[in-house]
């Protein structure tokens, strides 16, 4: 019989059971569900709600059989439905009587709040954790590229010269801003849900901030209707983690064609590389191609909960199960895809003479041309037609702007003098962007300076 089936006349058909059954999916909340039980025991004890002797029963049941789930001991049933009810089962089955007095002034609605809570806060430092390694592993990188000349685009076209370092630094700043949304979802889910009940608390004198402060919440909530309701600290992260695979999918794209025979500005290592059935010649950055592919599952599982939690009226609602699914399944896809990333990212090969050769074509010093003249006098907009027509000319001839003598430049326009040649070389173009943010060297170690400070202090 159920624990709730005192008011029921027959058992649930068993395929309902199956259908209604959460177990298969929530029994990775075994950890937090006891400690919330554990808490809310002992807070039971000290208020006088159920006598200290049966509390101290509990307590010690409940970490014996969080023992046994650290051992995999514990085989979870289908028809005690969740693992709320698992574990008050098992528990009362080892210590009799005194395990009934365990959910005195408490409701599965406020139970799974708490747990899901719990899960979540400790999915947010994880997430953490692997984004500091994977800025580190920017941070690296950038600092050992600082003088690599590389071009940088806009619409795919090669636009300017930047550096390598400049380029891994705006992927920094983009996983930085990731960090700061995992916090922030951390401090939505750092809110002790246990006394809203199933939605209008209790008539028991439950001391919530003492369960708080057992459990390491900073606050308790203040509805007991949208303290079981709430789930927008899930929507937090999981909109952190949709955000986050998006960097990873940009970052990821840049690798794939970067790796191409067409701009071999890296090589793939072997082993993050896989090969091809029937040509043999092929190296596929499958794993790149993988997380890139996988961002649509987190934007699924993003999608998934919004729709479930967008019609559903106050308090909770059995729709609410479906929260868990897909809440686990964005955690598990981001951190299988941080730490693959991570680990590829740290063993690519970047060409570095191919990149400057890269930087050297495609008129990436022409904006550097404009500019040239404009310190001669010249308006900017008359710079801008000057130097278009001297492409133009350039692109008739299959020459660069540095091939061009002196003559050639002057029948564009007369401003142009011998230092020219000076200052439309890659290095010249990237040394002279000297604003913060700027690709200049010494800016950009200014930003990766920074980023050791925002890690360390971290």
């Known amino acids: 019989m159920k624990l709730w089936g005192g008011r029921f006349s027959k058992s649930t058909e068993g395929l309902v059971d199956d259908f209604h059954s959460s177990i298969s999916f929530d029994q990775r909340m075994a950890e937090q569900d006891i400690t919330g039980s554990i808490a809310h025991a002992t807070m039971l004890g000290e208020q006088g709600i159920i006598p200290q002797e049966d509390a101290d029963k509990i307590v ?89 000349i590389m071009p940088g685009y806009t619409h795919l076209q090669k636009a ?48 919530r901030e003492r369960v708080a402060e057992l ?18 600290f899930l929507l937090d992260y999981m909109s952190a983690a949709s955000i986050c695979m998006m960097h990873l999918s940009r970052f990821c794209e840049e690798l794939i064609l970067w790796n191409t025979n067409e701009f071999r500005f890296v090589e793939m290592d072997d082993g993050f590389a896989t090969g091809s059935s029937i040509m043999p010649q092929k190296k596929n950055p499958d794993v790149a191609e993988l997380i890139r592919g996988k961002t649509g599952r987190v934007y699924g599982d993003l999608m998934a909960l919004l729709t479930v939690m967008k019609g559903i009226p106050l308090a909770y609602n059995k729709d609410m199960q479906e929260d868990k699914e897909a809440f686990f399944d964005a955690r598990d896809t981001l951190v299988k895809g941080l730490t693959v990333f991570t680990a590829m990212l740290r063993s690519v090969t970047f060409r570095r003479e191919e990149m400057e050769r890269g930087a050297s074509g495609g008129f990436t010093n022409a904006t550097d041309c404009a500019d040239y003249l404009v310190k001669k006098g010249l308006p900017f907009r008359d710079a801008h037609r000057v130097v278009g027509e001297l492409v133009a000319h350039c692109l008739d001839e299959d020459k660069a702007l540095l091939d061009l003598t002196l003559d050639e430049l002057k029948r564009f326009h007369p401003a142009f003098e011998q230092d020219v040649f000076d200052d439309l070389s890659m290095l010249a173009c990237v040394e002279k962007r000297r604003i913060p943010g700027a690709p200049a060297p010494d800016m950009v170690q200014a930003s990766i300076d920074a980023g050791r400070r925002a890690l360390e202090e971290n």
């Open 160 to 207: 300017q010269p930047i550096t390598l370092a400049h380029h891994m630094m705006a992927y920094f700043q983009m996983f930085l801003r990731d960090r700061n949304r995992f916090r922030q979802a951390y401090r939505a889910a750092d809110v002790m849900p246990l006394g809203s009940g199933a939605l209008a608390g209790t008539t028991y004198p439950l001391n």
């Open 60 to 148: 010690d049941g409940l970490k014996g059989i969080l023992d046994d789930v650290r051992a995999g001991k514990i085989v979870w049933q289908v028809d005690a439905e969740d693992i709320h009810m698992n574990v008050e089962t098992l528990l009362t089955q080892r210590i009799g009587e005194a395990g009934k007095r365990l959910h005195t002034g408490r409701s599965r609605n406020d139970q799974v709040a708490l747990d899901v809570r719990m899960y979540c806060k400790a999915a947010c430092q994880e997430t953490e954790a692997m984004l500091d390694d994977l800025l580190d592993a920017l941070l690296t990188i950038a600092q050992d590229n600082l003088h690599t």
């Open 215 to 232: 459990l390491g919440f900073s606050a308790i909530t203040m509805n007991s209707l949208d303290g079981v309701a709430d789930r927008d």
